[in-house]
Nanobody, 125 residues
């Protein structure tokens, strides 16, 4: 199970930090990631963290502004979001993948088999 939190309303240029706690069969996790979905749009990749390698990947739209990190002891990943823009407004979902192919295709939502409930991020202009 995944439990996401930390969303909210912030002005453009502000910051938010999302958290996602994983419980259950965390030993079989290869990749954890964040996706987002704005109204009327498809779910899109934001960032991913390869659990064993400890490497992070970002969508071009957030690179340099967002940072994904983890606390292994707490089975938690974070998404620090700085310099937020109105176009970042969306429901943010954390996800975990137990399939090895997620290591290569971390940007594909269909590689993730566990999803959190989503947390709303709203950025006002």
């Amino acid at each position: 199970q995944l439990q996401a939190s930390g969303g909210g309303l912030v002005q453009a240029g502000g910051s938010l930090k999302l958290s996602c706690v994983a419980s259950g069969r965390t030993f079989s996790m290869y990749t954890m990631g964040w996706f987002r979905q704005a109204p009327g749009k498809d779910r899109e990749f934001v960032a991913a963290f390869k659990w064993t390698a400890g490497t992070a990947y970002y969508a071009e739209s957030v690179k340099g502004r967002f940072t994904i990190s983890r606390d292994s002891a707490k089975n938690t990943i974070y998404l620090q979001m700085n310099n937020l823009k109105p176009e970042d407004t969306a429901v943010y979902y954390c996800a975990a993948a137990s399939v090895v192919s997620s290591v290569y295709y971390y940007y594909l939502a269909n590689k993730y088999d566990n999803w959190g409930q989503g947390t709303q991020v709203t950025v006002s202009s």
